[in-house]
């Protein structure tokens, strides 16, 4: 194995990633062509389609690498859920905000399925449905859809306002609607708004 070769390739591969990136904030998908982010990553056309088919394809592993960073947010590998989870994953998304953007506008949220969840995790679904509490894994999916679809909002108001908020208010946030005050319907009482 070549690592100097190996590690080359890497350096290139990430060029073409950032320079993508950057592209991304000064203009839509749509509107970047492998010619341009050949030039502005310095590369021959032939080196780019060694890595990808085209800038289509090119978003796709982004994704892919984005869901797995998100993952790793949350999860550590044998240990469990991480603290901080959130404030990370807005400081990873104040950082890539044209990606996110862009990809959310594509798609219309995060897409956090259950066919997006790490293998481990898929894999071991039915264990973990009784331990979160859940009656069937159906219930479990359905919580999942609710709560991404609202982070997914979030995120897309949190991006369209700046993202003049810290990430750990928006941390604080996403903790304060996910663990509400459930009195009011408890008790019957109504809240004056």
Sequence with gaps: MNTKGNQRAVQTENKIKWVFLNLLGEKEISRISVSEICKKAEIHRTTFYVHYKDVADLMEHLVAEMYQQIMDLFLEEGKGMREGGFWRLFELIGRHRA????????????????????????????RIVPVMGYASREELLYHQTFFCEGLSAVIRRWIERGCKESPQEMERIIAAEYKPDTSLFKTGKTADL
Excluded: H, Q
């Design 99 to 126: 990606f996110f953007r862009t990809y959310m506008d594509a798609t219309g949220s995060l897409k956090l399925t259950y066919d997006r969840l790490p293998d481990a995790l898929r894999e071991n679904i039915d």
